[in-house]
């Protein structure tokens, strides 16, 4: 629980000021030093980042009337006639959720490769 509200913390803050993958760095840091399994990272990372993403995208929805919203959703529809725009804020909250999802993830398993070695280095010193 406390990993979920550091990384969308951290997250929303840091997106005011840096690109949209900030998201994706903040999770593979933050599940590095506090992740307690593989699965439990990903949750983490991909709950706190889809659910930032959703509100700042309905932030950005509400604020602007919807206008850009509708126009991103006729852009595409084109070639995908099913595209609404509620189903638009869904997808980019998803694709906000898996990036921060596998960053946790990949995260959790960098610093377990770390750790690995560094106590198999530790029992070859005794």
């Known amino acids: 629980m406390i990993l979920f509200i550091l990384i969308a913390l951290l997250s929303g803050i840091l997106q ?20 307690k399994s593989g699965g439990k990272s990903f949750l983490a990372g991909f709950g706190a980042v889809f659910l930032l993403w959703l509100v700042m995208a309905l932030v950005s929805h509400l604020s602007g009337g919807g206008i850009m919203t509708q126009k991103m959703t006729e852009v595409f529809k084109s070639s995908l006639s099913f595209l609404s725009v509620p189903l638009l804020i869904f997808i ?15 995260g959790f398993h960098t610093a377990s490769i770390f750790k690995k070695t560094a106590l198999q280095e530790k029992k070859k010193a005794y």
């Open 92 to 106: 980019t909250a998803l694709i906000g959720g898996l990036t921060g999802g596998f960053s946790a993830t990949a």
């Open 16 to 35: 005011y000021f840096l690109p949209w993958w900030i998201a994706g760095l903040v999770a593979f840091v933050l599940a590095a030093l506090l992740g």
